[in-house]
Protein backbone atom coordinates (compact mmCIF):
# COMPACT_ATOMS: atom_id res chain seq x y z
CA UNK A 1 0.00 0.00 0.00
CA UNK A 2 1.23 3.28 -0.76
CA UNK A 3 0.11 6.89 -0.18
CA UNK A 4 2.04 9.65 -2.71
CA UNK A 5 1.55 13.52 -2.19
CA UNK A 6 2.41 15.73 -5.06
CA UNK A 7 1.79 19.16 -6.01
CA UNK A 8 4.07 21.00 -3.29
CA UNK A 9 6.22 23.91 -3.98
CA UNK A 10 6.77 27.31 -3.41
CA UNK A 11 4.56 29.85 -3.18
CA UNK A 12 4.25 33.89 -2.64
CA UNK A 13 1.71 34.69 -0.08
CA UNK A 14 -2.02 35.20 -1.57
CA UNK A 15 -1.36 32.63 -3.62
CA UNK A 16 -2.90 29.06 -4.43
CA UNK A 17 -1.56 25.42 -5.00
CA UNK A 18 -3.30 22.14 -5.13
CA UNK A 19 -1.74 19.30 -3.71
CA UNK A 20 -2.79 15.61 -4.71
CA UNK A 21 -2.79 12.04 -2.85
CA UNK A 22 -2.52 8.92 -4.80
CA UNK A 23 -3.07 6.00 -2.89
CA UNK A 24 -2.51 2.45 -4.71
CA UNK A 25 -2.15 -1.47 -3.38
CA UNK A 26 -5.80 -1.69 -2.51
CA UNK A 27 -9.12 0.39 -2.79
CA UNK A 28 -9.67 3.51 -0.57
CA UNK A 29 -12.87 4.43 -1.67
CA UNK A 30 -14.72 3.80 1.61
CA UNK A 31 -12.01 4.93 3.66
CA UNK A 32 -11.84 8.10 5.64
CA UNK A 33 -8.98 10.40 4.07
CA UNK A 34 -7.31 13.65 5.55
CA UNK A 35 -4.13 15.90 5.33
CA UNK A 36 -1.72 17.03 8.14
CA UNK A 37 0.76 19.11 8.22
CA UNK A 38 3.84 20.05 10.23
CA UNK A 39 5.86 22.90 10.36
CA UNK A 40 9.50 23.07 11.98
CA UNK A 41 9.78 23.36 15.83
CA UNK A 42 5.46 22.63 15.71
CA UNK A 43 3.77 19.88 16.47
CA UNK A 44 2.03 17.64 13.00
CA UNK A 45 -1.87 19.23 13.02
CA UNK A 46 -4.99 17.42 10.78
CA UNK A 47 -5.78 20.36 8.16
CA UNK A 48 -8.72 18.64 6.73
CA UNK A 49 -10.48 15.22 6.62
CA UNK A 50 -13.07 13.89 4.43
CA UNK A 51 -15.53 10.57 4.48
CA UNK A 52 -15.58 8.75 1.97
CA UNK A 53 -18.77 9.72 0.41
CA UNK A 54 -16.86 12.86 0.36
CA UNK A 55 -20.07 14.47 1.74
CA UNK A 56 -19.03 15.29 5.08
CA UNK A 57 -15.54 17.07 5.99
CA UNK A 58 -13.56 18.66 8.84
CA UNK A 59 -11.36 21.42 8.85
CA UNK A 60 -8.92 23.47 11.02
CA UNK A 61 -10.07 26.80 12.04
CA UNK A 62 -6.66 28.23 10.62
CA UNK A 63 -7.38 26.72 7.28
CA UNK A 64 -10.99 27.40 7.29
CA UNK A 65 -12.29 28.96 4.11
CA UNK A 66 -8.89 28.56 2.50
CA UNK A 67 -8.49 25.36 1.89
CA UNK A 68 -10.93 22.75 0.55
CA UNK A 69 -10.81 19.01 0.33
CA UNK A 70 -12.33 16.83 -1.66
CA UNK A 71 -11.70 13.79 -3.52
CA UNK A 72 -11.80 11.34 -6.68
CA UNK A 73 -12.80 7.63 -5.57
CA UNK A 74 -12.44 6.47 -8.98
CA UNK A 75 -9.33 7.37 -8.89
CA UNK A 76 -8.16 6.48 -5.39
CA UNK A 77 -7.16 10.39 -4.72
CA UNK A 78 -7.61 13.06 -2.64
CA UNK A 79 -7.11 16.83 -3.19
CA UNK A 80 -6.40 20.02 -0.81
CA UNK A 81 -6.97 22.98 -2.90
CA UNK A 82 -4.75 25.74 -0.60
CA UNK A 83 -6.31 29.56 -1.24
CA UNK A 84 -4.76 32.62 -0.23
CA UNK A 85 -1.56 31.26 1.29
CA UNK A 86 0.03 32.46 4.01
CA UNK A 87 3.45 32.36 5.16
CA UNK A 88 2.15 30.46 8.55
CA UNK A 89 1.44 27.49 5.76
CA UNK A 90 5.08 26.99 5.10
CA UNK A 91 5.11 22.94 6.42
CA UNK A 92 5.18 19.38 5.03
CA UNK A 93 1.94 17.89 4.26
CA UNK A 94 0.94 14.72 4.88
CA UNK A 95 -1.79 12.57 3.23
CA UNK A 96 -3.13 9.87 5.67
CA UNK A 97 -5.67 7.33 4.99
CA UNK A 98 -7.56 4.78 7.25
CA UNK A 99 -8.31 7.11 10.47
CA UNK A 100 -7.69 4.76 13.72
CA UNK A 101 -8.17 7.94 15.99
CA UNK A 102 -8.01 11.63 14.91
CA UNK A 103 -4.21 11.70 15.74
CA UNK A 104 -3.79 7.91 14.52
CA UNK A 105 -4.02 6.91 10.95
CA UNK A 106 -2.96 3.70 8.98
CA UNK A 107 -1.39 4.90 5.88
CA UNK A 108 0.49 8.58 5.87
CA UNK A 109 2.64 9.67 2.62
CA UNK A 110 6.19 10.85 3.26
CA UNK A 111 4.95 14.58 2.85
CA UNK A 112 5.10 16.97 0.54
CA UNK A 113 7.05 20.47 1.05
CA UNK A 114 4.94 23.91 0.96
CA UNK A 115 6.96 26.78 1.33
CA UNK A 116 4.77 30.61 1.47
CA UNK A 117 7.39 33.77 0.75
CA UNK A 118 6.17 36.93 2.62
Known amino acids: VQVVESGGGLVQAGGSLRLSCAAS????????MGWFRQAPGKEREVVAT????????DYADSVKCRFTISRDNAKNTVYLQMNSLKPEDTAVYYC????????????WGQGTQVTVSS
Open 96 to 107: VADRITNKNWRY
Open 50 to 57: ITWTGTST
Open 25 to 32: GRTFSRST
